[in-house]
């Protein structure tokens, strides 16, 4: 008879809820991740633009699960998967052994072909990431403060931000918030509030994931912010200080890559057909097709809804399939039954514009402006504190956030020069 130890790799939105919902039904469970914490991505961009510590918005993997016995937690990253032996090969240690595989490794940036501009402009999926941006941010600033050439402070206080999807949209007007309301006040030799804010975006609009009136909002909000934002101009080169979109060069203190994201590389090791952006296609109860006991969910599967419609790669499709797939599995090891078809219930997608105004899509309604953006603070509160169950870190935050005041503007020693 076989085991039932459940590897599973990932302790992101999806890969937590499935351990924690086994851990609960008290099934043997293995939980590999590469970092030790748990993030809340939807905030990073707090932290790359210093509103918030890294530490509001991650949770070592080991506390989150504390009390659960039978989940055991291993810091590890994933390097192979041999699906005949039923093992998973790890970076620094011995293969860990499964009878159930469950892959949520998430998605990382993509920069089409072209990797070596990543040292020019770092894109945003971690908490090392964040901090990185946060010092490159804050040291155009010290740098232009320092300089006694005009045209060289102009340079250096011109930030532009690659992609006009939600990261980038939020990003452009935190940073356009940051110089105008939070550094303007610290300089002697800068008027920070002047620096250039640019969000290029290859496409005919911004946030092309929400309907057209959402766009035209956040565009003339962006605008007052003070950000200048250009559609329809592909990037086509980024070497140091330097970005070339549509034929003309621009020179930056900063770039930031907010354009592409592909599915994590693990999805490769499973010898399954991937889409165009690395996804595993999973069946509706988020089985791998001809591959047993194994199931991807999360950023890296291409889930179909209940129309054949690929669901899109947020954290809320994430942790519904963590959630359904914990039960299921459960369901399915302890009394045998075939697990259900996953089904996504729509709790709205919002991006943010700058304080005290967001975008919001329910799909049968949409809104815009000041009650946006409370109905997302409420919704964020409530969230922050449910992850870290610490009201107070939520209130503080909130708090800081709407009286513009930063909370962590470190640069820290470890900033590659560029
Ligand atoms: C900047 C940013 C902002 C976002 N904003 C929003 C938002 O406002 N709303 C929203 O709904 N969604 C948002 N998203 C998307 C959302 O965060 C993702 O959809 C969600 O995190 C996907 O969850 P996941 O569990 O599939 O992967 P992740 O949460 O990315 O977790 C993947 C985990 O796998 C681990 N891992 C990867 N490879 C390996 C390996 N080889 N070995 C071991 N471990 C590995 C990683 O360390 C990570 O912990 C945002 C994403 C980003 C990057």
Redesign the pocket.
Known sequence: MSGNRVVV???????IEVARGLGRAGIPVTL????NHH?F??L??QVATAALSPADIAEPVRKVLRGLESVEVVL???TGIDTAARTVALKNGAPVSYDYLVI????THSYFGHDEWSDFAPG??TIEDAREIRSHLLLAFERAEMSRDAAEQKRLMTIAVIGGG??GVELAGSIAELARHTLAKDFHHIRAETATVLLLEAGPRILTAFPQKLSDYAMRKLAKLGVTVRVNTPVERIIADEIVAKGETIHVGFAIWAAGVTA?P?GKLLGVPLDRAGRVTVNRDLSVPGLKDIYVL???ALTPDANGKPLP??????KQEGIHLGRALARKILRGQTAAPFTFHNRGN?AIVGRHAAVFDFGWWQFSGWLAWWFWAFIHVYLLAGFQHRLMVAIQWAWRYVTYESGSRLIVENTRER
Do not use: H
Request: glycine residues 18%; proline residues 5%; aromatic residues 6%.
């Open positions: 790799i990932g302790a992101g939105f999806a890969g590999i991740d590469r970092q993030l991505q939807p990073l961009y590890g990253e994933v949520a490794t998430g998605a945003l999926k939600p990261t994590s693990l999360g950023d890296l790669g947020l954290a809320q499709v994430a919002t």
